[in-house]
């Protein structure tokens, strides 16, 4: 059975520091990894999406990347805002199936 | 934003009737999806669609069923409602995952079971 585990589950930074946010999954059998952005009261609004066979994908100051192998994937949010501040998911499909699996999630918090 | 509209997006109901959650879409993709957002748990997969009359169950289908008769429009079910199934209930819609393509959400039914 497929599990995305996101850890830190939070995590609080000042402005402008670079981040890195970290996914992680326990079957490297898939076909594609999304990240995705969730405000409070929301629902979840996609960032990027990496297929297997990528190893990168980049939008604005977000860059994404996939070691499928090593079941891992980071998303590095560069000069981090106060508006960046959001619960940040992960999730991948299983075996290429429309069963995507989700991490829990990670809440930052970027302070002015 | 995606055309996604869920109804009713708030709903306190009572142990034992059933209620049905409604997802609207007007880009006329192909998948459909119902997921529930917990606490401790994130985003499961409840049922999902992949045409007219074509469903698939998901991970924490037990208790609820589906129904898609036309392509903009697919209703989840909760036929007896429990205390359990006090959560946030998502729809989404994408023409495919497994194919790469993105998935919209919508914003959120909040279901209270008393």
């Known amino acids: 059975k497929q599990e995305v585990t996101q850890i830190p589950a939070a995590l609080s930074v000042p402005e402008g520091e670079n981040l890195v946010l970290n996914c992680s999954f326990t079957?490297?059998?898939?076909?594609?990894l999304q990240w995705f952005r969730q405000d409070p009261g929301k629902g979840l609004t996609s960032l990027l999406l990496i297929q297997s066979s990528q190893r990168e994908q980049t939008s604005g100051r977000l860059n994404a990347s996939l070691d499928k192998s090593s079941g891992r994937s980071t998303l590095y949010i560069a000069a981090s805002q106060p508006g960046d501040s959001a619960t940040y998911l992960c999730a991948v499909d299983q075996g290429g199936s429309e069963k995507l699996v989700f991490g829990k999630g990670m809440k930052l918090t970027v302070n002015p | 934003d995606a055309g996604i509209t869920q109804s009713p997006r708030h709903k306190v109901t009572e142990t034992g009737t059933p209620v049905t959650l409604r997802c609207h879409q007007t880009?006329?993709?192909?998948?459909m999806y119902w997921y529930r957002q917990d606490p401790g748990h994130g985003l499961r997969l409840i049922h999902y669609s992949y045409g007219v009359k074509d469903t698939d169950k998901g991970e924490v289908s037990d208790g609820y069923s589906v129904s898609r008769s036309k392509t903009e429009d697919f209703l989840l079910t909760l036929e007896s409602a429990t205390s359990s199934q006090t959560s946030v209930y998502f729809c989404a819609i994408s023409e495919s995952v497994s194919s790469g393509n993105t998935i919209y959400f919508g914003e959120g039914s909040w279901l209270t079971v008393v």
């Open positions: 079957d490297s059998a898939i076909y594609n």
């Open positions: 880009e006329n993709h192909r998948y």
